[in-house]
């Protein structure tokens, strides 16, 4: 197929491929380069990046996935997967049955931000994305089915907070109609009635997902708040970590660097990879920072970070992410500290 040579062909071309849209993960990011042209306000003009999304599509629907039929029952397992990305928005549901080793895909969803939503801090981008698939999964299982959501963040527990939070850029009108309709299917540690149940676990889609029994009935215990840095006793600097994460641009690709530091051994600890953003890349460290302290065995982790969303987020979620991480037994208890301070020079 040759590519179009007008806005007429171009609008053609996306009406026809339209039919693939939920069969694509991030469809809306890749043709985003194709949309811009047939603007009115632009002219038609096939650019390499035209080409790339072109060519990018095309290749995608050769290789496209062929969606589960829908199904019930006590044993079937319904996962929604969200993300906020640099461009958009993205979210997929996946159904897992007795058996079976990976999920069947229900369906694929993807858009890009529209007017101030691309203002919008991380964690209300996060939120968003997790908005609007719960909107999509409930269309396609109803809404008296267990979910469960799989955000790249935890989310939940920003709306049980019971205020909007001081730092944002959505309306307030617009979190409560997050609240509502987020916290009406919630039904956080209790997995035998219908509702949201959120987790932390792999992306991209496709991995094993699901929790075992034991994961279900256990409350997640919230990781208490450290003193600051220098108000610790001097036995205790030693288990202390300060961590950090960046990303940049390289040519067309994004790569991340994380980072530990810690200042009583002045030694630092870093790790990167390509693709995510500066926000994975602060999990990153402090993913970092716990296998540090597992592997060595210590008998608690003062974890100091700037990330103000990170911050937030795992003093919900640290021992879970815990869990996940090292093994049952041995793990550091969790402190966590949010602030600007700089650990010693």
Not at 13 to 35: D, K, N, T
Request: proline fraction near 7%; glycine fraction near 8%.
């Amino acid at each position: 197929m040759s590519p179009p040579t007008s806005k007429k062909e171009t609008q053609a071309f996306l009406g026809a491929i339209g039919f693939w849209r939920m069969h694509i993960p991030e469809y809306s990011q890749i043709v985003s380069p194709l949309y811009l042209v047939t603007r009115k306000k632009n002219d038609f003009h096939w650019g390499p990046e035209q080409q790339q999304a072109f060519a990018q599509i095309k290749q995608e629907i050769a290789h496209a996935v062929a969606l589960g039929p829908v199904r019930t029952g006590p044993e079937v397992k319904n996962v929604l997967y969200s993300a906020a990305g640099n461009n958009g928005l993205s979210w997929s549901l996946w159904q897992k049955g007795p058996g079976e080793t990976r999920g069947r895909p229900l369906g694929f969803w993807s858009r890009s931000y529209r007017g101030s939503e691309a203002n919008y801090t991380p964690t209300e981008k996060e939120i968003l994305a997790a908005y609007e698939g719960l909107q999509a999964a409930s269309e396609v299982i109803g809404t008296e089915t267990q979910l469960l959501l799989a955000p790249r963040l935890p989310v939940l527990g920003w709306m049980f907070k019971g205020k909007v939070p001081s730092t944002h850029h959505a309306t307030d009108t617009t979190w409560s109609k997050w609240i509502a309709l987020i916290t009406q299917r919630a039904r956080i540690g209790n997995p035998n009635r219908p509702g949201i149940l959120e987790i932390i676990t792999n992306w991209p889609e496709g991995e094993t997902f699901g929790l075992s029994f034991e994961e279900e009935e256990e409350q997640v215990t919230r990781a208490e708040e450290a003193p600051p840095y220098n108000e610790l006793p001097e036995t205790e600097r030693q288990y202390a970590l300060f961590t950090d994460g960046s990303c940049r641009i390289v040519g067309a690709n994004r790569k991340w660097k994380a980072a530990v530091w810690s200042p009583t051994r002045r030694v630092a600890q870093a790790t990167e990879g390509q693709g995510g953003s500066s926000q994975i890349a602060e999990l990153k460290a402090i993913q970092l920072a716990l296998d540090i302290a597992e592997r060595e065995k210590w008998p608690r982790l003062y974890l100091y970070t700037d990330s103000w969303m990170v911050a937030n987020a795992l003093w919900g979620w640290l021992n879970r992410w815990k869990k996940a991480i090292g093994s049952a037994e041995g793990n550091p208890s969790g402190l966590l500290r949010f602030g600007k301070t700089s650990p010693p020079e």
